[in-house]
């Protein structure tokens, strides 16, 4: 089966700063990947996505780099605003998304 | 191009009674997914859906719980003789294609308490 994993729990940063969210995938044959952000009370929102042919992929204020040697995962946001922050989660596809637990990203003004 | 929409948003149910949450996918998009999220925790997969058909069920309880999407009209999650251990917010998401190839988009869920 596949298991994602988040490295924190919780990230906190300051307004205007990067940020990154780091995530591990078991299955080395998850060949698509998504983030997704979920403010409370919400459904998930497709941020990015990245196959597995890819190591990086650039979106508004977002990247993915995806390390397939180590199974990571990571989402940068660029200049980190207070509505950014959300529970993100990654989640890896083998014919079903498999989601992580979700990193807190609290953005301090 | 409406999104994903569900309903009831909020539903209470008490011990012992049926909980039916409905999912209307995207226009154009025939498979539907269906996730269990618990506070403060991600989201576990349920079972997946294409019209008509059940192609993976195997994160549905074996009990209680059944889903389906027929040919005309919502996917439907049933839970017969509701616990409060269900109580958790149901999440469906819908795609073009199967087995989360592509993009899929997700409702605004379903929040079921039983009480």
């Known amino acids: 089966g596949e298991s994602v994993g988040l490295h924190l729990p919780t990230l906190s940063v300051q307004e205007g700063d990067n940020s990154i969210i780091n995530c591990a995938y078991s299955n080395s044959a998850s060949d698509y990947f998504i983030w997704y952000k979920q403010e409370s009370g919400k459904g998930p929102q497709f941020i990015i996505d990245i196959r597995s042919n890819m190591d990086k992929r650039q979106g508004q204020r977002v990247t993915v780099l995806l390390n397939k040697t180590v199974k990571h995962l990571s989402l940068q946001i660029a200049a980190t605003q207070p509505g950014d922050s959300a529970v993100y989660f990654c989640a890896a596809s083998l014919n079903k998304l498999i989601f992580g637990a979700g990193t807190r990203l609290a953005v301090h003004p | ?115």
């Open chain 2, 1 to 115: 191009n409406a999104g994903v929409m569900q309903n009831p948003r909020h539903l209470v149910r008490r011990r012992g009674q049926e909980a039916r949450l409905r999912c209307s996918p995207m226009k154009g998009h025939s498979h539907v997914y269906w996730y269990r999220q618990l506070p403060e925790e991600g989201l576990k997969f349920m079972v997946y859906l294409q019209k008509e058909n059940i192609i993976d069920e195997s994160g549905m309880p074996k009990e209680r719980f059944s889903a389906e999407f027929p040919k005309e009209g919502p996917s439907i999650l049933r839970i017969q003789q509701v616990v409060r251990g269900d109580s958790a917010a149901y999440f469906c998401a819908s795609s073009s294609e199967g087995g989360f190839r592509t993009e899929a988009f997700f409702g605004q869920g379903t929040r079921l308490t039983v009480v």
